[in-house]
């Protein structure tokens, strides 16, 4: 069974930064693309960052140059880590695994969600 754990959410203040960790379990995590999504109050989920199997990266507009995706696959770990964030960076922010090594694939498996909060 396959099962995603994040960690490092939090209250942060504005232009300060965060690193989200999502460590999976249960399949061979190198093999496959994964992401971060985020949710916010009365928003539908947005995929915030991709990172493919080889490690090509995508970006929302809204977090490029400020957000950086990373992966470590002998931890089957992906990073988020999250600079110069803004109150509107405040959201519910899930790790995703896809079912493919491709971020063209679609979204297998979600993490539980941990809160970033940035105040003003």
């Known amino acids: 069974q396959v099962q995603l754990v994040e960690s490092g959410g939090g209250l942060v203040q504005a232009g300060g930064s965060l690193r989200l960790s999502c460590a999976a379990s249960?399949?061979?995590?190198?093999?496959?693309?994964g992401g971060w999504y985020r949710q916010a109050p009365g928003k539908q989920r947005e995929l915030v960052a991709g990172?493919?199997?080889?490690?090509?990266?995508n970006y929302a507009s809204s977090v490029k140059g400020r957000f950086t995706i990373s992966r470590d696959n002998a931890k089957n770990t992906v990073y988020l880590q999250m600079n110069s964030l803004k109150p509107e960076d405040t959201a519910v922010y899930y790790c995703?695994?896809?079912?493919?090594?491709?971020?063209?694939?679609?979204?297998?498996?979600w993490g539980q969600g941990t809160q970033v909060t940035v105040s003003s």
């Open positions: 995703a695994l896809y079912s493919g090594s491709s971020l063209y694939t679609k979204v297998e498996y």
């Open positions: 249960g399949r061979t995590f190198s093999a496959y693309a």
């Open positions: 990172i493919n199997s080889y490690a090509l990266t």
